[in-house]
């Protein structure tokens, strides 16, 4: 039997009051497995939005100071929120935390094995809450940020396909790239090119350089990717062999595009190039 969910106060309800905890509710979680942080810009920290990259925020977040706000035995979910102007704070990503590594532990800080969840990834930069008066305390165990008032949840826009020389993905991007309806634009692009791309290992830096060629193009090549995180590749096959959430830690990207006319051979002459310009064969992902 599965753990019974905490029952949110019914006073909220009856006022029509929409809390974090309702949401949280909703999606299934018990309080006692949530965590939320808040982090602010800080000179020495994120210091604007550049700075809110998937790779960024993950190394920003899974280092914590001894003896700071997350406990000693932090929960298994960690919320991430962004302040966003007062105490307004803005979902921002999700983490399921696997534990603290405690072989790099120091005197001052402890390194966390957090790895992306899919919790409330529908509400990813869309669901704002009011963080309590006490903003100070950047993190709250789930039964005391249950009771954050819900003061947005916007409408999710399309996202506009930037160019493929700027294409850069997780894989859980990767995943509702696939199958969100904002990134519809991005479908109908990639559907219609051939292609060189690459898969970093963001834990490694190890590369992979792949090709779609012919009808599946790369929006047909990623897609499998989607489904089961290495494609069909031996290096990514072993990775998910070891670990079947390795693939949250890949990065994709386009190196050339070739129209659906170009012959296979001068894709295949292009994948060639970049596998030994990268190094990938003796160094990284690729065994071809």
């Known amino acids: 039997m599965g753990k019974a969910l905490e029952v949110v106060s019914d006073s909220t309800a009856l006022e029509g009051e929409l809390t974090l905890g309702h949401v949280l509710a909703a999606a299934g979680l018990a309080l006692s497995d949530v965590i939320v942080l808040r982090h602010t810009y800080t000179d020495d920290g994120l210091r604007n939005q550049d700075d809110l990259t998937a790779a960024r925020v993950l190394d ?3 280092w914590q100071g001894i003896g700071n706000k997350i406990g000693l035995n932090p929960p298994k979910l960690w919320l991430v929120f962004m302040a966003d102007g007062k105490r307004r704070s803005r979902l921002l990503t999700a983490y399921d935390n696997y534990g603290e590594l405690t072989s790099q532990r120091s005197e001052e800080s402890r390194l966390f094995d957090l790895r992306p969840s899919q919790a409330l990834s529908a509400l990813t930069d869309r669901l704002v809450v009011e963080w309590s008066k006490d903003a100070v305390n950047w993190a709250k165990l789930g039964t005391s ?16 396909f930037p160019g493929f020389d700027r294409v850069l993905l997780t894989y859980l991007q990767l995943q509702s790239l696939v199958t969100d309806s904002r990134y519809s634009d991005w479908r109908t692009a990639l559907g219609a090119v051939q292609g060189v791309y690459l898969i970093a290992d963001t834990t490694n830096g190890k590369l992979y350089v792949g090709k779609a060629d012919g009808q599946e193009r790369i929006l047909g090549r990623w897609s499998t990717y989607a489904k089961d ?3 069909g590749n031996i290096a990514l096959q072993a990775l998910a062999d070891l670990d079947s959430a390795h693939a949250e830690h890949f990065q994709f990207s386009i190196l050339r595009v070739f129209g659906p006319s170009v012959p ?3 894709v295949d002459e292009a994948e060639s190039h970049f ?3 990268l190094l990938t064969r003796q160094f990284g992902l690729n065994r071809n």
Do not use: M
């Not at 940020?145 to 506009?160: N, T, W």
């Open 275 to 277: 596998k030994h310009a």
């Open 264 to 266: 296979a051979a001068e």
């Open 229 to 231: 995180g290495h494609g």
């Open 145 to 160: 940020a249950a009771a954050f008032p819900i003061v947005e949840i916007a409408d999710p826009g399309r996202i506009q």
């Open 60 to 62: 920003y977040t899974r």
